[in-house]
């Protein structure tokens, strides 16, 4: 076994890896929106008491995606070795249609994986966002 913390994506907020491989298999913690350096969230405006005031989740989702392509780069695989994606929404139906359209631009056609989904309405999540998904991906014989 043998864990990563990617250098690009935004740094855990708990005490965990970014991902961890196990056999040929590379699980990744939950991966959201925000950025490395302070935690900035794209597609979140917060209100003056720190709520949260509106939500971009397109922009949310192309920075979770951007990520979750950070870690898998950093830990030696690639987009097109995801085999299963699990998807969390605080908003299903303000945000599901908009997310499935996102998500359709990165996992379908053309050469690109069609991994396995389950999406599932959350009440929260740890910081101010409105989407987190967890990614497996298989690295074959890769040391």
Not at 13 to 18: D, S
Not at 110 to 126: H, S
Request: glycine share 10%; proline share 8%; with cysteine.
């Amino acid at each position: 076994m043998s864990s990563f913390l990617s250098s690009r994506a935004p740094e855990p907020v708990g005490p965990y890896p970014h991902a961890r491989r196990v056999g040929p298999l590379l699980f990744l913690s939950g991966v959201g929106p925000r950025r490395r350096g302070g935690g900035s969230i794209p597609g979140v405006t917060l209100a003056a008491d720190g709520s949260v005031a509106a939500v971009d989740i397109e922009a949310q989702c192309r920075s979770c995606f951007e990520n979750i392509r950070c870690i898998l780069e950093d830990a030696g695989a690639s987009w097109n070795d995801i085999v299963d994606v699990t998807s969390y929404l605080v908003n299903m139906k303000r945000d599901f249609a908009t997310y499935n359209r996102v998500y359709a631009e990165w996992f379908a056609g053309d050469g690109k994986p069609n991994p396995t989904r389950t999406t599932v309405e959350i009440g929260a999540l740890p910081t101010p966002i409105a989407v987190e998904l967890k990614v497996i991906a298989y690295l074959g014989d890769r040391g």
